[in-house]
DNA sequence: TTAAATTCCTGTAAGC
DNA sequence: TGCTTACAGGAATTTA
């Protein structure tokens, strides 16, 4: 799945092949991936931009456009659960369950595959986009000087629901999803189904710094391909192999040796050992 | 306001 | 072998 580590490793990867690049044509093939504007509308408004930077914010990719007066134009994509952003080259053998295609001027092509289409692509300006309700509001970038324990803490202490539900809301911490939600808690050695306002600031602090680490260590691995996930040329990163919890179900703990139990949490698989995790 | 449940979507794997 | 069923989950939506 990707999660902030993947999407920041693609994003990392195409800015330099994309800054400077003009899309020249754009054909959408299966509409229901395009959220905003109307698909017509999206590709009409699309060609002929030039692209000016390509950053991330949470799990979304953004690409800053050419030829707006005041608040730039963003060519948003979300990868969902099974999305791929790849740059290729027009002659590029097609793959099954594609759905968007913008060609640039220097030949090459950005191609949007997406087999469970739980991704989107959005074009407008921020404030269109959040106004439409097509892009949330946002919680903190977990990497960002400003996101301190202390920050952590006072998002957390008020709240009556359990830790790994409140990871995994994007309006507390932008990015984590759930791989990185269970390692972030196993690595903090805390309870995912703790609630939160019972956590002390000491044990806040301590995931704080398992997030900043942990998150830290997986782009440098380039992410987690543990399912479709593949980087903006189609390779698979290697964080998967480092996970100690996600995906173990059952298997030994990596600290303790004792099975690692399985439980469903904010609707999610959970994966946690009950003797190192309190 | 907050928390939990439901929905979308299809490939994969388990079970019979 | 072939069929059915459960499962994976990000986030919008709905319900409590």
């Known amino acids: 799945m990707p999660e902030l580590p993947e999407v920041e490793t693609v994003a990392l990867d195409l800015r330099p092949h994309l800054v400077g690049r003009t899309i020249v044509r754009c054909e959408v093939r299966h509409p229901a991936v395009v959220r905003h504007p109307a698909p017509e509308r999206f590709s009409a408004e699309l060609v002929g931009r030039r692209i000016e930077a ?74 269109e986009l959040v106004a439409a309700g097509k892009l949330p509001r946002l919680g903190p970038e977990p ?43 196993f690595r903090a050695r805390l309870r995912p189904n703790r609630l939160a306002n019972t956590l002390s600031r000491r044990a806040v602090g301590r995931l704080h710094a398992a997030l900043g680490q942990l998150l830290l260590e997986a782009i440098a691995n380039r992410g987690s391909s543990v399912d479709s996930y593949r980087d903006a040329w189609g390779e698979m990163g290697d964080e998967q192999e480092r996970l100690q919890v996600y995906g173990r179900g059952g298997e030994p703990c990596l600290r303790c040796g004792r099975p690692l139990s399985v439980v469903r949490l904010a609707g999610r698989t959970t994966v946690f050992c009950r003797r190192c995790q309190r």
């Not at 979304?60 to 969902?80: A, K, N, Q, T, W």
């Not at 099954?96 to 913008?102: E, I, K, N, P, T």
């Not at 990497?143 to 359990?162: I, M, N, Q």
């Open 54 to 127: 390509v950053t991330r914010r949470g799990k979304y990719i953004l690409h800053r456009l050419d030829g707006s007066l005041d608040e730039p134009m963003l060519l948003v994509v979300h990868l969902g659960m099974t999305g791929q952003w790849r740059l290729v080259s027009a002659e590029a053998p097609e793959s099954d369950h594609l759905h968007a295609v913008l060609t640039l001027d220097d030949g090459r092509q950005l191609r949007y595959r997406d087999v469970r289409r739980f991704g989107r692509l959005l074009l407008g300006t921020e404030a």
């Open 143 to 185: 990497l960002d000087p400003g996101f301190t324990a202390a920050s952590l803490y006072r998002r957390l202490h008020t709240r009556r629901a359990p830790l790994k539900a409140l990871l995994l809301d994007q309006m507390v911490v932008a990015g984590l999803g759930n791989i990185y939600a269970d390692e972030s808690c």
